[in-house]
Nanobody, 120 residues
């Protein structure tokens, strides 16, 4: 069973930085896409960032320029460096991974999320 697991969420003050990590465990042949969404109370799930297996990165408009995604496939890990945090960034941050299995099938998996709270 493939399972992403996030860590690194915390309570920080506006302007501070935080780095989230997500490690993907389980059985698969390779990771295709890895990325982050966030879910704030009363709001729709919002796309934050993704990086594919050839290094192409995409960012959501609300975080472009402040957040940076990176990944290490040998460690099966994706990170989200968040700088210049604002109260509006408060949310549960969810990691996902799209993996390829032996035989050529693909599947998408989500983590449980890690809470980020930005407050004075």
């Amino acid at each position: 069973q493939v399972q992403p697991m996030e860590s690194g969420g915390d309570l920080v003050q506006p302007g501070e930085s935080l780095r989230l990590s997500c490690v993907v465990s389980g059985s698969f042949s390779s990771i295709i896409d890895m990325g982050w969404f966030r879910q704030a109370p009363g709001k729709q799930r919002e796309f934050i960032a993704q990086e594919n297996n050839v290094g192409k990165r995409d960012y959501g408009g609300s975080v472009n320029g402040r957040f940076t995604i990176s990944r290490d496939d040998a460690k099966k890990t994706v990170w989200l460096q968040m700088d210049g945090l604002e109260p509006e960034d408060t949310a549960v941050y969810l990691c996902y991974a799209i993996v390829r299995h032996d035989g050529g099938t693909f599947s998408q998996h989500w983590g449980q999320g890690t809470q980020v709270t930005v407050s004075p």
